[in-house]
């Protein structure tokens, strides 16, 4: 499984911003597609994730009300919309992808800067 993130950039506090990762590969065999963000002296940490079938959004309560996950099947994609955001939502977004055997593949990251 390849993962190709693509979006991001820089936002002013209360805008709006949208991330996406491509999925190529054996997409088949993912269960489970979300976004990690790691800012800059932290751990990396959990955002959001969806199943390959689009159920199930689950968010991390720092981002709940304010980030929207959901996915393209037809276009192996899955989008991250972030509004109202927030300086502290500045970070390295990662995509992540968790196979049924239980493999994680990861994105290059792409910067999400939120300017106060």
């Known amino acids: 499984v390849q993962l190709q993130a693509s979006g991001g950039g820089l936002a002013q506090a209360g805008g709006s911003l949208s991330v996406s990762c491509l999925a190529s590969?054996?997409?088949?065999?993912?269960?489970?597609m979300g976004w990690f963000r790691q800012a800059p002296g932290k751990e990396r940490e959990f955002v959001a994730g969806i199943s390959w079938w689009g159920v199930n959004p689950n968010y991390a309560d720092s981002v709940k009300g304010r980030f929207t996950i959901s996915r393209d099947n037809a276009k192996n994609t899955v989008y991250l919309q972030m509004n109202s955001l927030k300086p502290e939502d500045t970070a390295v977004y990662y995509c992540?992808?968790?196979?049924?055997?239980?493999?994680?593949?990861w994105g290059q990251g792409t910067l999400v800067t939120v300017s106060s």
């Open positions: 590969g054996r997409t088949g065999s993912i269960y489970q």
């Open positions: 992540h992808a968790n196979t049924i055997a239980n493999r994680n593949y």
